[in-house]
């Protein structure tokens, strides 16, 4: 794709972006904002966690001794997550920016888990977004997309929709990627763990960037990235009775204009279909000789 062509879809998947997220921008009037302090805790190095004069930005940074990560206080079970990142600039071969929600603190042998990795790189080379999602532990789910823009220049948007019908991941709106439930006991939709938000940025040179071949420049250290207007417009878990156990109909993304993708998202995700993926495992018919199940679920339906 030369760069007019590039330049033109560019154009007209903005457009369509902005038609397509009307709804979710009425949607997020009422979501739950504020400070880090109130949304979230340091897991680990908080001598690598800075902010902005006016506690806005937040940022966390990678040097050859550690990395650094953060976590919600509360857990969700269904809903809108969102928050605004700029990743790490100019070599940051090695270098993983995680953004996901996990069932638990670590990567227990159970979990359930849905992620955001971004993907760091040589200067000058795209930056790679890595999605995978987990049930009780099984993931190997993993799909890999081009961005549109370079997401070290200024903030984007990187959103997840979770229902009992769909996980649906975002970015600027967009949706690249939609991971649907068939509705009936399975292995592979995580429908029934509350799950905290996670971020953390970290060292991955044995496999990140070119398959491991390009390693981490540690002379170009600290690695920075950074994140500012987190949103979630959720159910959040309460012990013992929870009130997510099934599905309600009461909240917007949980109502049934929200189990399917709109038909101006449907645009926009053949867009992406067409133009920016780089590695889907239900086309890995040498790694999975077998298709997984969910694989046959339709994401446009």
């Known amino acids: 794709m030369d760069a007019r062509t590039c330049s033109s879809f560019s154009l007209v998947l903005f457009i369509a972006a902005i038609i397509a997220s009307a ?5 997020e009037a009422a979501t739950t904002k ?3 302090e109130d949304n979230f805790s340091i897991m680990w190095s908080e001598d690598h966690f800075t902010t902005s004069d006016d506690g806005q930005i937040w940022n966390l940074s990678l040097d050859n001794n550690t990395g650094c990560g953060f976590q919600t206080k509360q857990r969700y079970r269904f809903g809108w997550f969102s928050m605004k990142l700029k990743l790490v600039g100019g070599d940051s071969a090695g ?3 995680a953004y996901y929600m996990c069932s638990e603190n670590g990567a227990g042998p159970t979990r359930d888990e849905i992620d955001f990795e971004f993907l760091g790189n040589r200067t000058g ?7 995978n999602v987990y049930k009780n532990g099984t993931g190997n789910r993993e799909m890999r997309h081009m961005l549109w823009f370079d997401p070290t220049e200024d903030y984007h948007t990187y959103s997840i929709l ?6 649906v991941f975002f970015v600027d709106r967009v949706p690249i990627r939609v991971f649907k439930n068939n509705e009936k006991p399975n292995n592979f939709f995580p429908n029934e763990k509350p799950m905290y938000l996670f971020s953390s940025v970290w060292n991955a040179d044995e496999w990140a960037t070119r398959g ?8 170009l250290a600290p690695f920075v990235s950074s994140y500012k207007d987190f949103s979630v417009d959720a159910c959040q878990w309460e012990d013992p009775y929870p009130k997510c156990v099934a599905t309600t109909t009461k909240n917007w993304w949980d109502q049934y204009d929200s189990w399917h993708l709109s038909d101006d998202q449907k645009m926009d995700y053949a867009w992406v279909q067409r133009n920016l993926v ?14 997984p199940e969910e694989c046959s679920l339709s994401p446009w339906e």
């Open 162 to 167: 979770w229902n009992n019908h769909q996980l």
């Open 125 to 131: 080379q795209p930056y790679l977004i890595q999605t």
């Open 95 to 97: 270098v993983v920016t």
């Open 278 to 291: 780089i590695y889907d495992y239900c086309n890995d018919s040498e790694r999975f000789p077998t298709l």
């Open 212 to 219: 491991g071949l390009e390693k981490t420049n540690w002379k």
């Open 34 to 36: 504020g400070s880090f």
């Open 23 to 27: 709804y979710y921008d009425s949607a």
